[in-house]
């Protein structure tokens, strides 16, 4: 219990001073990627244990929550997002193509088994529910339409346009890696921001998909960011 | 690093061009270097809606090639006699039957996504030379000129037919697929593409070319040489080839298209001129003549006696000699005895119609001959 | 390096500022060239680097052509598209927009073994020493489009080019090329005479013309040195294509070809082989001194409902050698007579004539309602010479047999050493060509289309040529230089309607202008059978009416289906069939008794008639009535997301209406292909492929002559039919030539961190058997015991087979240098048994080989290393 709690606060400490210092030195950072790149583009759907990582995924609550949705907006939800997803961001964490203070360290214990079968767990659980978005919205036009004089292209062509994930028609040409991206309905604003500017800064460049998503976040203006968090995590 | 160098390398030329864009057309030349510090600028100054295909329009990097014609017949599309840049001005976005309601979005939005494509793109000759074109209005129609708009494919990229395609799983049919690249790259050496072989066998362009890398470093060509790219249909020519006697085609010194126009000619084997013997004269210049004698199968067609992508007799030959000959010569005497291995350098009775060049050896001027005492082709 | 490259800079900057100043003013557009409609120059390479720009494709980028998904994609048909080399960016030069970028590939090469093997050396001049794999050098002005590219290679000093090209993206385009292109015909000739080269060859000093033995040249022969046949072609040109005005785009090309060298060439100094110890068949070397220049010139127009094209091609071919004498060695008696009146010792070819070509087209087309297009063609061309005429011998003193005041076959030769001999002093030879070309093509809806099309052509031999002697009376010309004339008595080649001696010889006066009227029709639909399925069909009706030939008119007539489906179980599958039947007006066998003496007054036909022209049974193949049916398929399976798999199967079968001459030909082949990219950095193909090939003739020995056992010129020599007299059933005989290729190939590249493997193998084998059957011994040409023996049943079999090995091992030492060591090892093994025992002797009795042949074995090797630098 004093384990957990503790836990949480130093996560909770961490996770607001790290944006801090990033903010603090921009410049360094932007061209700061990791050395290695995780090529997702033969990345095949997962499969895994659900059950087993629900019995692994108690370390996971103290922040993602118990039934997967974060205790705080700086953490992301997990319930019901793509396994893959999240298996490839628990590969990318052990590996060090993507980093954070907290979750570097959680990810390095892991097995690839146990990654499967916590990204399989959150995958299994029920989303948090939908909220009310304002479909008139700048963020909501942004997801779903883009804005060409801007050369912002509209999100929902990967992200699925209810947010849940994308849609393919089948094909026989070589297609992206669909389920490596990730829901987005309901995620949590902060989290989201966040993402976005490291996308655009680069310091999120390590797989990838990240490579595909610094050209997104490039099109996106700080406002067009918060503009499309609000309208993400509220609906 | 290196690779996210060369991204970020290609983004910023893109912001600096759409800044360019955005900002007044004629001085944006001399505001280029400043144009970094634009961006913000630009921001703030296109906010308002998406851009309509003729706003697009306006923007268009010019492709080339005399359709110029086109444009100016077109009363959407303003005049480009004031082009400062390399007047690529006939491209119009080409209307996709697939995704009628589709708007332009412009390149920018494209390469956001297509950040690796756009890399490849740039080095091109067909997208370097849009880039040129539009290195003083923008780039922004590089990509929506050949794919149409873009809108749909944006929102759902895997939509069936959202934007124009050139490849394998294409819902564009190969007829509209060289319509785009026609639209540009009309007449000339083009001119007889309708009713080609090529065409009527559902060939598209790009089944040849591939104008989105520099897979070769001239002609767009869709593998690294003319003649790869010829034998990814044609296999059995191309090993012709190999025989011992060929044109120096596998030595690099000659392609397909040397000879052929595989954007259709006006004969069947899409010579490139009125008849095969007139392609062979091209080269071989001394047997065009006239001669005082002809040989009638000579002058009649080269293939009589020739097979030109290789054989297995010297110079080409359809059949050994005699046996070419002796086709038609039955002639009384000479011409029509029965040659076996006892006329050979080695047989009982050595045969100079036989030996070497056989017939050739006294019959020397074959193709004709220029002398008066020449009628059968001796001198 | 870094301080070559700072050097360089002044002068590239110097070079660039000239081109902008000449040619970056423009303000046009113009398209791209018209190099698809020019014959010849579209490839620069060798057989190091067949493409010409390999070191430019290398490395892969390791990130493919997407970061979306993984793999390439297909082309429509779904063959891969390779894997797009690394971006070079080119670095800036100077303060404006221009950037280059550039590669130099340079190194040494070592050839070892049987480095003149004549099928290794054919259009490659291998040699150890210094080579330029390639020098590139782009220029590109970002902002304007600006740009120069310069492509170097040197193999040798005969085998190299250098090109340079610039221009404007869409205005404009200049171009300037210089080229070596060798061609080894022999690397195993032995020539006796001196002035090889030359238009005169002479006999070495131990061999006097026309009176040496056979034993004598033979020794000559022996010892003479191995010389290699064969010739340069060195070719510059220089090109312009850009906008003249407003949409006129104009192009200008101007080519220059020198070829200089030697050839194998024939002369004759009459028959060796019914007259032992007589006559002459000698292979000789020609001089090959050719100059050609091509204009080119087009100009277009492209608008929005009509496409206006017209371009004008001029050739002018001058040949600096127009004839080749040879001393002849052998001496030569008259087979009744006199012995030895004459004294014939040389022979004479004539070698081609300057030419003339002009060709001027016109093509129209014009864009009509429903998806429709007409397109017209019009083209007029002339070829023209008027070389002046040699005379018809060169012989002097007395030629022919003398047997009585009353059987007198001399002639002098100053009677016909001279053109006033001639009945005219130049060729006067003119061919005209027109062309008229229509064709309306329909597609009313997306599933249904039509097309029509129109084709007619004519070719006008305008020459006229009469051999008429002025100086005698007489018509004819002096057989094989005075060599026939000299052995059989009266057979000079001299029609004589005043001289009984000569007033029943048939020989041929004039020339025969053949000339023809091509007229085709075509017919064609196309169906779009849902989304993935297309079917045509295409009916052409062809008719030729050719002059002067054995008929007056041929009819073609063709029907062509083709399919494609593009997903048969995910495979392209293109399809055709078609067939095609052949008939025409009545053949006539001897179309040409205008042309002999026989049709002229005074012409005296032999009581036992003039023997049969040939076999009136006879058709000639490009006549004859004939069925072809045709068969491709070429499907192309993708295979997986990294494979692809194509094959196609083929053959043809022709049938030709003869009892005598051509019969049968048929191909039947297949191919199969494998290409594999799995990722950037390897990339497999393996290559199969087999060919057979028949075609299968009859000819029929005539009866007379003394090496039918029977005396010359009997009753029943005049009639021509198959089963007569002269041409009896037992005299038949039947001929075939069966080949059969096999291909096989296998490339692995592979790049493991800076290195790279490159590894090719390739097989060609080719056999050819050529065997026949005979009604009866009497079709052979010899029946005395030891010729029938060794008739058997066919010539020994045919073989051209080689095998090359292709290493590549290249390093990059950074991004800047590269190291590659390349090696190719070859063997081949050939057999021509035309050439056989020509290894022991090239001397048999009057006759005289020069060419040995390709070599029966041989291997070389290839060993060089690279320096590759980026520039």
């Not at chain 3, 290699?228 to 785009?249: A, K, Q």
Request: hydrophobic letters at 35%; proline letters at 6%; charged letters at 15%.
């Amino acid at each position: 219990m004093t384990s957990r709690t503790s836990l949480l606060l130093a996560c909770l400490l961490m996770s607001t001073v790290v944006p801090g210092v990033n903010a603090q030195q921009p410049a360094a950072s932007t061209f700061a990627a990791p050395t290695s790149v995780l090529d997702l583009r033969r990345m095949q759907p997962i499969s895994g244990d659900a059950k087993a990582g629900a019995g692994k995924a108690a370390v996971c609550a103290a922040c993602h929550g118990a039934q997967g949705v974060a205790i705080a907006p700086n953490f992301p939800n997990l319930a019901g997002q793509s396994a893959t997803y999240l298996y490839v961001q628990l590969k990318e964490f052990h590996d060090s193509q993507r980093t954070d203070p907290v979750m570097t360290g959680q990810a390095t214990a892991l097995s690839d088994d146990d990654m499967r079968d916590l990204a399989s767990y959150y995958a299994s659980l029920t989303p948090k529910p939908a909220g009310q978005a304002d479909t008139s919205s700048r963020g909501a036009q942004l997801y779903l339409a883009g804005d060409p004089t801007q050369g912002i292209p509209p999100c929902q062509a990967c992200h699925g346009p209810a947010g849940l994930g994308p849609q393919p028609h089948p094909s026989t040409a070589p297609q992206p890696p669909w389920a490596t991206f990730p829901h987005l309905r309901g995620q949590s604003g902060l989290y989201l921001t966040k993402q976005l500017d490291d996308f655009k800064r680069g310091t999120r460049a390590g797989s990838s998909n990240a490579k595909v998503m610094h050209g997104v976040a490039q099109t996106l203006s700080d406002e067009d960011m918060q503009a499309l968090a609000s309208y993400l995590s509220s609906w | 690093m290196r690779v996210i160098s060369l991204v970020y390398t290609a983004l910023l030329s893109v912001m600096l061009g759409a800044g360019g864009i955005l900002l007044s057309s004629h001085s944006a030349q001399a505001q280029q270097a400043a144009a970094t510090n634009a961006s913000t600028a630009a921001v703030e100054h296109g906010a308002s809606s998406g851009l309509s295909q003729s706003d697009i329009a306006k923007m268009l990097p010019a492709t080339d090639m005399g359709a110029n014609a086109a444009r100016q017949n077109n009363p959407h599309l303003p005049s480009v006699s004031d082009s400062l840049a390399t007047p690529f001005d006939a491209a119009s976005i080409p209307v996709n039957p697939l995704a009628p309601n589709a708007d332009a979005i412009g390149a920018k939005t494209c390469v956001a996504c297509h950040a690796q494509e756009n890399l490849q793109a740039s080095h091109s000759l067909h997208v370097a030379s849009f880039r040129a074109g539009a290195a003083n209005r923008g780039p922004q129609a590089a990509c929506e000129t050949c794919h149409g708009p873009g809108s749909d494919h944006a929102k759902q990229p895997t939509a069936p037919g959202s934007i124009i395609a050139f490849t394998h799983d294409a819902k564009t049919s190969p007829q509209e697929q060289a319509g785009v690249c026609l639209s540009c790259h009309a007449g000339g050496a083009r001119q007889h593409w309708i009713g080609s072989i090529h065409q009527n066998r559902g060939l598209s362009c790009t089944d040849c070319h591939n104008p989105m890398a520099r897979l070769s470093p001239e002609g767009v060509l869709a593998k690294s040489s003319i003649d790869e790219v010829c034998a990814t249909c044609h296999q059995d020519i191309r090993a012709k080839f190999n025989r011992r006697s060929h044109m120096p085609l596998p030595e690099g010194q000659m392609a397909c298209t040397d000879c052929h126009n595989p954007h259709g000619s006006i004969t069947k084997p899409l010579l490139k001129t009125d008849t095969v013997n007139e392609t062979c004269y091209s080269c071989h210049a001394e047997k065009r003549g006239p001669f005082l004698f002809e040989h009638a199968p000579v002058r009649a067609n080269c293939l009589n006696c020739h097979d030109v992508h290789g054989s297995n007799q010297q110079t080409l030959l359809v059949a050994p000699i005699p046996m070419l000959c002796q086709q038609c010569h039955t002639m009384t005497l000479h011409p029509n005895d029965l040659q076996t291995p006892a006329g050979l350098g080695t047989g009982p009775h050595p045969d100079e119609r036989l030996i070497g060049r056989g017939c050739l050896t006294c019959h020397t001027n074959i193709h004709g001959s220029n002398h008066p005492s020449g009628s059968k082709l001796h001198e | 390096m870094f301080a070559l490259k700072g050097n360089r800079m002044t002068p590239t900057a110097l070079t660039l500022g000239l081109l902008l100043a000449l040619f970056g003013t423009r303000e046009a557009l113009a398209g791209d060239t018209s190099g698809t409609m020019r014959v010849g120059d579209m490839q620069f390479g060798n057989a190091l680097d067949p493409r010409g720009w390999t070191p430019m494709l290398q490395p892969s980028d390791p990130d493919g052509m997407s970061y979306l998904h993984a793999g390439m994609l297909r082309t429509p048909t779904g063959a891969l598209y390779p894997y797009p080399p690394m971006v070079d960016p080119g670095k800036p030069l100077g303060q404006g927009d221009w950037t280059y970028a550039g590669v130099l590939e340079f190194g040494y090469l070592h050839v070892g073994g049987d480095r003149n093997a004549e099928y290794f050396r054919q259009y490659a001049d291998w040699r150890s020493g210094a080579v330029l794999g390639l020098l590139a050098l782009d220029f590109e002005n970002r902002k304007t489009g600006a740009y120069a590219e310069f492509r170097g290679d040197h193999l040798s000093g005969d085998d190299q080019f250098y090109r340079l090209r610039a221009g404007r993206y869409g205005s404009y385009r200049i171009e300037g090329f210089y080229r070596d292109m060798p061609h080894t015909v022999s690397t195993n000739a032995y020539p006796i005479w001196n002035g090889v080269g030359t238009t005169d060859l002479t006999l070495p000093a131990r061999l006097v013309a026309g009176a040496s033995t056979p034993a004598q040249v033979a020794a000559v022969s022996a010892t003479v040195p191995r010389r290699t046949i064969g010739l340069n072609r060195t070719r510059e040109g220089l090109s312009y294509e850009g906008v003249l005005y407003r949409d006129w785009i104009g192009s200008a090309a101007i080519t220059n070809e020198k070829r200089t060298g030697t050839r194998l060439w024939g002369g004759s100094m009459f028959f060796n082989y019914p007259f032992p110890d007589n006559g002459g068949a000698l292979e000789t070397v020609r001089p090959v001194d050719f100059r050609t220049t091509d204009i080119n010139l087009s100009v277009r127009n492209v608008g929005k409902i009509w496409h206006f094209l017209a371009t004008y091609n001029g050739s002018f071919f001058r040949n600096h050698k127009d004839h080749l004498n040879f001393e002849s060695p052998f001496a030569l008696y008259n087979v009744a007579g006199t012995p030895q009146v004459a004294d014939i010792k040389n022979g004479q070819s004539s070698l081609e004539p300057d030419n003339d070509y002009h060709n001027l087209r016109l093509d129209l087309s014009r864009e009509l309602k429903w998806s429709g297009q007409l397109t017209l063609a019009g083209a007029w061309g002339t070829m023209r010479q008027n070389d002046a005429l040699l005379p018809p011998t060169t012989c002097t003193g007395t030629g022919g047999v003398f047997i009585a005041p009353t059987a007198d076959y001399t002639f002098p030769c100053a009677n016909w050493n001279t053109t006033a001999a001639l009945s005219q002093r130049s060729a006067h030879a003119r061919i005209d060509t027109g062309l008229f070309d229509a064709r309306v093509t329909f597609h009313p809806t997306p599933v249904f289309g039509w097309h029509a099309g129109l084709r007619w052509y004519r070719e006008d031999n305008k020459t006229r040529y009469l051999s008429y002697n002025p100086l005698t009376g007489q018509y004819g010309f002096i057989s094989e230089n005075g060599s026939q004339g000299s052995i059989v008595p009266g057979e000079t080649g001299i029609f004589d309607p005043n001289n009984p001696l000569y007033r029943s010889a048939n020989i041929p006066v004039r020339n025969v202008p053949f000339s023809y009227t091509d007229s085709q029709l075509e017919l064609g639909a196309d169906w779009q059978l849902g989304r993935k399925t297309s079917l045509g069909v295409t009916y052409t009706y062809d008719q030729n009416q050719p002059k002067y030939r054995e008929r007056k008119r041929v009819d073609d007539q063709r029907i062509k289906f083709d399919w494609v489906n593009r997903d048969v179980v995910g495979a392209t599958v293109r399809l055709s069939w078609e067939y095609a039947k052949r008939d025409g007006g009545k053949y006539n066998y001897d179309p040409f008794v205008p042309f002999y003496s026989e049709s002229l007054p005074g012409f005296v036909t032999p009581a036992i008639g003039l023997p049969a022209y040939t076999v009136a049974d006879m058709r000639k193949y490009d006549l004859s009535n004939r069925t072809e049916s045709k068969a491709r398929v070429i499907v192309t399976y993708p295979w997986g997301d990294s494979a692809t798999l194509s094959t196609t199967f083929y053959g043809n079968r022709d049938h030709y209406d003869a009892l005598i001459g051509r019969q049968s030909t048929s191909t039947t082949g297949a191919t199969v292909q494998w290409d594999w990219q799995p990722t950037p950095a390897t990339t497999m193909n393996a290559y199969l492929g087999v060919e057979g090939s028949h075609m299968g003739i009859s000819n029929i020995n005539d009866a007379d002559n003394s090496d039918n056992g029977n005396a010359y010129g009997r009753i029943g020599q005049a009639n021509p039919h198959l089963g007569g007299p002269l041409y009896p059933y037992a005299n038949q005989w039947w001929e075939f030539d069966r080949e059969s290729n096999r291909n096989a190939g296998l490339s692995v590249s592979h790049a493991i961190g800076r290195a790279r493997v490159d590894l090719s193998y390739n097989y060609t084998g080719s056999f050819g058997h050529v065997g026949y059957n005979y009604a009866t011994i009497g079709a052979l040409a010899y029946r005395d015991a030891a010729g029938v023996a060794a008739a058997s049943s066919g010539f020994p079999d045919n073989k051209y087979r080689t095998n090359t090995l292709d290493l590549g091992l290249s390093f990059r030492v950074n991004s800047n240098v590269g190291v590659r060591l390349y090696g190719r090892y070859e063997t081949g093994a050939f057999s021509d048994w035309h050439y056989a025992g020509l290894n022991n002797t090239l001397s048999y009795d009057h006759r005289l080989y020069t060419d040995k042949g390709g070599q029966l074995h041989y291997s070389v090797s290839v060993v060089g290393v690279m320096l590759s630098l980026k520039l």
